[in-house]
């Protein structure tokens, strides 16, 4: 059993940063891949920025140069740090793991098992 908690959302201006925090516990995920998705208001769910079981990570071209996403197996922390926060970036932060080990970050949400609750971001105008 996997449990994940993400932290760190709010309410911030445009130009401005805020640091997510998904704290995982249960089953041990050092291998594998673990990712940041958002739904935006009245979208689908959409990848934002993974970390494989290797290290590698992979960003989606909207937030690519502006977040970087990082894990801590010792502590059991995927972190994704956001700069230069966009009112498109206004949606609720979801992190996610599979259930596999590997170095693959894959993009769609189906690839995942195991799911946080979600955390608000606002980005004002």
């Known amino acids: 059993q996997v449990h994940l908690v993400e932290s760190g959302g709010g309410l911030v201006q445009t130009g401005g940063s805020l640091n997510l925090a998904c704290a995982h516990s249960?089953?041990?995920?050092?291998?594998?891949?673990m990712a940041w998705f958002r739904r935006l208001p009245a979208k689908e769910r959409e990848f934002v920025a993974g970390?494989?079981?290797?290290?590698?990570?992979v960003y989606a071209d909207s937030v690519n140069g502006r977040f970087t996403v990082s894990r801590d197996n010792t502590e059991g922390v995927l972190r994704l740090q956001m700069n230069d926060l966009k009112f498109e970036d206004t949606a609720v932060y979801y992190c996610?793991?599979?259930?596999?080990?590997?170095?693959?970050?894959?993009?769609?949400?189906?690839?995942?098992?195991?799911w946080g609750q979600g955390t608000q971001v606002v980005v004002s105008s």
């Open positions: 249960g089953e041990p995920l050092r291998r594998n891949t």
């Open positions: 970390v494989g079981g290797s290290g590698d990570t």
């Open positions: 996610a793991a599979r259930h596999v080990s590997g170095p693959w970050v894959l993009r769609p949400p189906g690839e995942y098992a195991y």
